[in-house]
């Protein structure tokens, strides 16, 4: 008997950060962890669904004083048994335990037992320096909180996916926070799915506390019929830790994370 209804967690606030965690490491690697996973292309399309859906409801419902209803609230829980029963209906979470070089961060990412981690057979240890290793791409993503505050702007948190909390800050060894971004009508298909499309528009901020104007993104809005109203517009965004001095050792894209855009 399948125990993923306990792997994936209920409530809200941390449905959102295993949503975003999964999402994100999902299509890191070559090949990539749904890959590894055995997870089918409609598959990992659903799951990055559910993620586009939900992150402008729970940017809503974190919003206390102006966005959060009943109704918000409703619609989230929602989201989460509908992603709990597709999960169940196609053995995601079993798929993943099932992987035969299932490793300590395939268990992280996605709350198992680290006991079921395959043992690994390197013949040296790893052990913890104090400073991070300058030749080693890390595999640390970046974890971000959005807050849209009108005119095209967004304000910017970023922090280490382990931390996702306190004061924003960088990954230790990193000077910048790379990228990439577009903004679409939230009626919009077919979203960026990886960092390398082509729709995205690329930058650096030197601070992990930042806001951002967006409307030089804004190019690849679809026209809006003569007397429609207008959609809500969304960004769609990729983030990684980088190294100006070595752009060869930036770390890996985390996204897609969608916000609203006001």
């Known amino acids: 008997m399948s125990n993923q209804g306990t792997i994936i967690p209920r409530s809200i606030d941390k449905f959102d950060e295993f949503l975003i965690r999964t999402c994100a490491y999902l299509i890191l690697g070559s090949p990539t962890n749904a890959v590894r996973f055995n997870w089918t292309q409609a598959s990992l399309s659903a799951w990055q669904a559910f993620l586009t859906a939900w992150t402008p409801l729970f940017n809503l419902y974190s919003d206390k004083k102006a966005g959060y209803t009943t109704n918000v609230k409703?619609?989230?829980?929602?989201?989460?048994?509908?992603?709990?029963?597709?999960?169940?209906?196609?053995?995601?979470?079993?798929?993943?335990?099932a992987t035969?070089?299932?490793?300590?961060?395939?268990?992280?990412?996605?709350?198992?037992?680290?006991?079921?981690?395959?043992?690994?057979?390197s013949t040296h240890s790893a052990t913890k320096s104090?400073?991070?290793?300058?030749?080693?791409?890390?595999?640390?993503?970046?974890?971000?909180?959005?807050?849209?505050?009108?005119?095209?702007?967004?304000?910017?948190?970023?922090?280490?996916?382990?931390?996702?909390?306190?004061?924003?800050?960088?990954?230790k060894g990193f000077?910048?926070?790379?990228?990439?971004?577009?903004?679409?009508?939230?009626?919009?298909?077919?979203?960026?799915?990886?960092?390398?499309?082509?729709?995205?528009?690329?930058?650096?901020?030197?601070?992990?506390?930042?806001?951002l104007p967006t409307l030089n993104t804004t190019t690849k809005l679809t026209a809006i019929a003569v007397g429609a109203a207008t959609p809500l517009k969304i960004a769609v965004f990729f983030f990684r830790w980088a190294k100006s001095k070595h752009p060869d050792l930036d770390g890996p894209w985390s996204g897609p994370l969608t916000t609203p855009v006001l």
């Not at 971004?181 to 995205?200: E, G, I, K, M, Q």
């Open 175 to 211: 000077d910048l926070l790379e990228y990439a971004v577009a903004v679409f009508y939230s009626t919009a298909t077919n979203l960026p799915t990886l960092p390398n499309d082509p729709r995205l528009t690329y930058g650096y901020s030197s601070k992990a506390n930042f806001k």
């Open 74 to 97: 409703n619609k989230l829980e929602g989201i989460i048994s509908n992603a709990v029963i597709y999960a169940r209906n196609n053995k995601l979470i079993e798929l993943v335990r």
């Open 100 to 121: 035969a070089s299932l490793n300590t961060d395939d268990c992280s990412a996605f709350g198992l037992p680290a006991k079921l981690a395959i043992p690994s057979t």
């Open 130 to 171: 104090k400073e991070l290793d300058k030749s080693i791409i890390p595999d640390e993503q970046v974890y971000v909180k959005f807050l849209p505050i009108g005119g095209g702007i967004l304000h910017i948190r970023a922090f280490t996916m382990k931390a996702e909390s306190g004061r924003p800050h960088k990954l």
